[in-house]
């Protein structure tokens, strides 16, 4: 089965905690994303990766931090520098930039 | 920063009845893209249109796009209850930007 998947489905940190996201994704694609979606909002890019070793900031960029070692995954930490993590987390891939996104079921975010 | 916007925020109709979306935007375009997302899900891709397309079918979807309005406008025909869920639209400028999404509730 070709696909994106996110994990945990669920997570909870406790303030001043570091969170890793998981995000694999077994499509063969180069690009991969990070968005944010608040209740009832749009999706806010957090960072974007065209290729290994390489990512550029999205427009919320702070407070979190993304590797790309390998084409199939994309971490992003969520690290104690963001104030207000609490939210729903999406990760995407595509073939290339303007190409369509692939996205992954979603991991929720909840600081206890 | 939103490249796009849809119009209406929320849209309730009966079931059978058709829906229309509309997305607005900003600036020249690539190309744009409809995306829907049931609730607390992953968006998934519904259809993507050029810049050089004025309108698009995929089954009981249609999708125009008129450039010199920036405007596109997504219908769902002859609903169904399993439409409902939120409709984005997403434009490619220096990198992908998703609307805040249209709310669509179908009742059975």
């Known amino acids: 089965d070709g696909g994106i998947t996110q994990s945990p489905k669920y997570l909870f940190r406790k303030e001043g905690q570091n969170v890793t996201l998981s995000c694999e994704q077994n499509?063969?694609?180069?690009?991969m994303y990070w968005y944010r979606q608040d209740p009832g909002q749009g999706l806010r890019l957090i960072y974007y990766s065209q290729i290994v070793n390489d990512f550029q900031k999205g427009d919320i960029a702070e407070g979190y931090s993304v590797s790309r070692e390998k084409k199939e995954s994309f971490p992003l930490t969520v690290t104690s520098a963001q104030k207000n993590p609490t939210a729903f987390y999406l990760c995407?891939?595509?073939?290339?930039?303007?190409?369509?996104?692939?996205f992954g079921p979603g991991t929720r975010l909840t600081v206890l | 920063s939103q490249q796009g916007e849809e119009d209406p925020q929320a849209l309730s109709i009966q079931e059978g009845e058709n829906a229309t979306m509309n997305c607005s935007y900003k600036?020249?375009?690539?190309?744009l893209q409809w995306y829907r997302q049931n609730s607390g899900r992953g968006l998934v891709h519904l259809i993507l249109i050029r810049s050089n397309e004025r309108e698009k079918h995929s089954g009981r979807l249609r999708v125009t796009l008129d450039t010199s309005k920036k405007s596109s406008s997504l219908l769902i025909t002859a609903s169904r209850a399993a439409d409902t869920a939120s409709y984005f639209c997403?434009?490619?400028?220096?990198?992908?930007?998703f609307g805040a999404g249209t709310r669509l509730t179908v009742k059975p």
């Open positions: 499509l063969n694609h180069d690009a």
């Open positions: 600036t020249s375009i690539n190309n």
């Open positions: 997403a434009t490619y400028v220096n990198d992908m930007r």
């Open positions: 995407a891939s595509s073939t290339g930039t303007v190409s369509t996104q692939y």
